[in-house]
């Protein structure tokens, strides 16, 4: 065994996410019912640990939002599971908030292909992430997450300096404390998750306080841009049966109107949420209600105090 691995095998067992569970180490001999509660029992205390969190992670949502206010862009990097987590992520937000193409951006270790095949050996090469942030043209106005449950993972960790050097707003996502990837970024969110519940699978507990963080991260800053009318999706982009039918429930919902005058409202604003919400609660006609979005940077309470 070469220096190299005695030193990533020292690392490994220095991290509270690889630590082996020796009481669960007759798990396979265990009913499956009984298998099943122990792991449930293990995912009680994720959301807890991100609970922890939360100063941090309210830090990220203002710098984000602020960074994204003034033409920025959030970009997720991460590798295996903690990259799908954002690419997830990041595909989520067009159809939730009608947010602009490229506003949000996954990048993952080993490109579009490791979203759902293993590409070996693409998160130990820091550089790869220097290229995929040249490739979307990184600027000082965007804001980048890192994202490694391990907090060493060198894509992810390659990303940040990257960014930082950029002058970009950096973000560290890990489930270690004191993890390099922290230290490298401006804001660091380390959910202390503990041991998995199979030796080292961070897809499990890491991932879930991921995903968790990821939610809360991008929701809670479309919330700060405008982007809902209360805890209405007002910005939904209806693009099937099941969001045009969406479209229409937080219409009423929003206004308290009948299904006519929602129909008509949306009618008169090429099925635009936000803008029948305001022909209706603002009594105006559809480019009126444009307009008036318009000034207002597309916050309909906004514009709603300028009727």
Same mark, same amino acid.
């Given at each position: 065994?070469?220096?190299?691995?005695?030193?990533?095998?020292?690392?490994?067992?220095?991290?509270?996410? %690889?630590?082996?569970?020796?009481?669960?180490? %007759?798990?396979? #001999? @265990?009913?499956?019912?009984? /298998?099943? #509660?122990?792991?449930?029992? *293990?995912?009680?205390?994720?959301?807890?640990?991100?609970?922890?969190?939360?100063? *941090?992670?309210?830090?990220?949502?203002?710098?984000?939002?602020? =960074?994204?206010?003034?033409?920025? =862009?959030?970009?997720?990097?991460?590798?295996?599971?903690?990259?799908?987590?954002? /690419?997830?992520?990041?595909? *989520?937000?067009?159809?939730?908030?009608?947010?602009?193409?490229?506003?949000?951006?996954?990048?993952?270790?080993?490109?579009?292909?490791?979203?759902?095949t293993a590409v070996e050996g693409a998160e130990d090469r820091p550089e790869l992430a220097a290229q995929d942030l040249a490739r979307i043209g990184l600027t000082a106005a965007d804001a980048v997450v890192g994202i490694s449950a391990s907090g060493r993972t060198p894509y992810a960790i390659g990303a940040v300096e990257t960014a930082r050097r950029a002058g970009a707003m950096t973000i560290a996502l890990a489930c270690n404390p004191g993890?390099?990837?922290?230290?490298?970024? %401006?804001?660091?969110?380390?959910?202390?998750?503990?041991? *998995? +519940?199979?030796?080292?699978?961070?897809?499990?507990?890491?991932?879930?306080?991921?995903?968790?963080?990821?939610?809360?991260?991008?929701?809670?800053?479309?919330?700060?841009?405008?982007?809902? +009318?209360?805890?209405?999706?007002?910005?939904?982009?209806?693009?099937?049966?099941?969001?045009? !039918?969406?479209? #229409?429930?937080? /219409?009423?919902? !929003?206004?308290?109107?009948?299904?006519?005058?929602?129909?008509?409202? @949306?009618?008169?604003?090429?099925?635009?949420?936000?803008?029948?919400?305001?022909?209706? @609660?603002? !009594?105006?006609?559809?480019?009126?209600?444009?307009? @008036?979005?318009?000034?207002?940077?597309?916050?309909?309470?906004?514009?709603?105090?300028?009727?």
């Amino acid at each position: 065994m070469n220096d190299q691995h005695i030193d990533l095998l020292s690392q490994l067992d220095s991290l509270m996410t %690889e630590r082996h569970r020796a009481d669960l180490a %007759e798990v396979d #001999r @265990l009913p499956t019912l009984e /298998v099943l #509660r122990l792991m449930n029992a *293990e995912d009680q205390g994720v959301a807890a640990a991100v609970g922890r969190c939360l100063p *941090e992670l309210a830090a990220a949502v203002d710098a984000v939002a602020e =960074r994204i206010g003034r033409g920025g =862009r959030l970009v997720y990097a991460g590798a295996g599971t903690a990259g799908r987590l954002g /690419v997830l992520d990041a595909s *989520e937000c067009p159809p939730t908030f009608n947010s602009p193409p490229g506003q949000v951006i996954g990048l993952i270790a080993g490109g579009p292909d490791a979203v759902v095949t293993a590409v070996e050996g693409a998160e130990d090469r820091p550089e790869l992430a220097a290229q995929d942030l040249a490739r979307i043209g990184l600027t000082a106005a965007d804001a980048v997450v890192g994202i490694s449950a391990s907090g060493r993972t060198p894509y992810a960790i390659g990303a940040v300096e990257t960014a930082r050097r950029a002058g970009a707003m950096t973000i560290a996502l890990a489930c270690n404390p004191g993890s390099a990837l922290g230290h490298a970024a %401006e804001i660091a969110i380390e959910v202390a998750v503990g041991p *998995e +519940f199979l030796t080292g699978s961070t897809r499990l507990k890491a991932g879930t306080a991921q995903k968790l963080v990821l939610n809360m991260l991008s929701t809670v800053v479309m919330i700060r841009l405008g982007k809902t +009318f209360g805890n209405l999706m007002v910005d939904l982009r209806a693009t099937n049966d099941k969001l045009r !039918a969406r479209s #229409r429930r937080i /219409v009423a919902l !929003a206004t308290g109107a009948d299904d006519a005058a929602v129909e008509q409202a @949306l009618a008169a604003t090429g099925g635009e949420v936000k803008n029948a919400i305001l022909v209706i @609660l603002g !009594a105006v006609d559809g480019p009126t209600a444009a307009r @008036l979005l318009d000034h207002a940077d597309g916050r309909l309470r906004d514009a709603l105090q300028q009727v």
